[in-house]
């Protein structure tokens, strides 16, 4: 079996407590600033940020046709297959 790297290992809370290390005082004074910002997205920004992804419309279009088609799975179906 190859050698998982040690990154993909670590959880995001392990990695980033690894990087702080690394960090000036400057730069971690930065990074809780940034922290400390609302991360709730308001409708402009959600938008911009959907239409930056590549055929995101069209997807999300594809899913209400099926839907309104009857081109759906129930959540019973999608527990079953885990």
């Known amino acids: 079996m190859a050698a998982v790297p040690l990154a993909a290992a670590m959880t995001a809370k392990e990695q980033l407590l690894r990087a702080?290390?690394?960090?000036?005082?400057?730069?971690?004074?930065?990074?809780?600033q940034l922290l400390s910002q609302p991360r709730d997205l308001d409708s402009e920004?959600?938008?911009?940020?959907?239409?930056?992804i590549?055929?995101?419309?069209?997807?999300?279009?594809r899913g209400l046709e099926d839907?309104?088609?009857g081109r759906t799975t129930s959540l019973d179906e999608l527990r079953a297959k885990r």
């Open 45 to 52: 920004t959600a938008t911009k940020l959907l239409d930056s």
């Open 20 to 32: 702080i290390d690394d960090l000036t005082e400057e730069e971690a004074a930065d990074v809780l």
């Open 54 to 61: 590549p055929g995101a419309w069209e997807d999300a279009q």
């Open 67 to 69: 839907a309104r088609a």
